[in-house]
Structure formats: structure tokens, C-alpha cells
């Protein structure tokens, strides 16, 4: 999974001896957060762009093999925070500003969650936080 938090749940695929997928969700997390997560995925990485229709509750309900009831409030989350949004009678769509939202979302918990600890550290060990910058200024040039 390639998912934009560090704390986010880890599901994956196996695929059967019949050739079927079966999805393996964390059991320490809601599978509603876990599909709500893997359609944040989809929308960062591009495979459901701004305006798409996604597929029904009953056709991700079939897909991951779970309750309709889990991935209505999967939806109802990501309705709640603007990420998709309902037409009725219609279906569920992706929202124009979807992957500016995840973004941003992921630079603020990324500055809270990894870049604040790393300074609070630096700072404790007494290093400057120009030393600290001008390391990760030298990690510019180097390709992931």
C-alpha cells in the first residue's frame, strides 16, 4: 500500500489458488477507515481524478467483501470532510479540490507528525537547526 501517513492502516492483497483477490485488512484499525484510506490512495496517486464518479456502496461492498453498512460510513466520512461528494440518484464523486485537501493534509501531518519530533530531538541532542537543514539541503539532489 502506498498510503501518505506513516500511522495509517496496512492492508494488502492475496490472491487465492482460484485466482480471486482476497483484501486483508489491519484488524487494529475500522475497515471503514481502511477503504476510506485506500480511496484517499486512489485520488493521490491519480487512478480516480477530480469530478469521477466512484463505484456504488454495493459494488465496493462486493469488491472488499464487506458489509455495505462499512463502506457507507467510509463514504459518510469522506462526504464529511469534502473529499467526495453525493448527487442523489446519481452516486458518489470525486471532489474537484480532493487532492489539494490530501495535500495539504499530508504536508501539515507530515511537518506535526515527523518533521516536529526530528527538531524536538535536535534540539535535545544540542544539534544547531541550521545543521539540521543544511543535511537535508545536501538530500536535495539524491533520487529516492
Not at 479540490?97 to 495535500?103: F, I, K, L, V, Y
Amino acid at each position: 500500500m502506498v498510503s501518505y501517513s506513516s500511522n495509517e492502516p496496512v492492508y494488502c492483497r492475496e490472491v487465492d489458488c482460484e485466482g480471486y483477490v482476497n483484501w486483508v485488512f489491519d484488524e487494529n484499525s475500522p475497515i471503514y477507515r481502511q477503504i476510506a484510506q485506500m480511496i484517499k490512495n486512489e485520488i493521490l496517486n491519480g487512478t480516480l481524478a477530480p469530478g469521477s464518479k466512484i463505484m456504488s456502496t454495493n459494488e465496493y461492498a462486493t469488491f472488499y467483501n464487506v458489509n455495505p453498512a462499512t463502506v457507507q460510513k467510509a463514504f459518510r466520512e469522506l462526504v464529511e470532510t469534502g473529499i467526495l461528494y453525493k448527487q442523489r440518484g446519481i452516486g458518489m464523486f470525486v471532489a474537484e479540490d480532493a487532492h489539494e485537501r490530501m495535500s495539504f493534509e499530508f504536508r501539515t501531518r507530515f511537518f506535526t507528525e515527523v518533521l516536529d519530533p526530528i527538531v524536538d530531538q535536535a534540539r535535545q541532542a544540542g544539534i544547531p537547526l541550521e545543521a539540521v537543514i543544511r543535511y537535508l539541503r545536501s538530500k536535495e539532489d539524491e533520487s529516492p
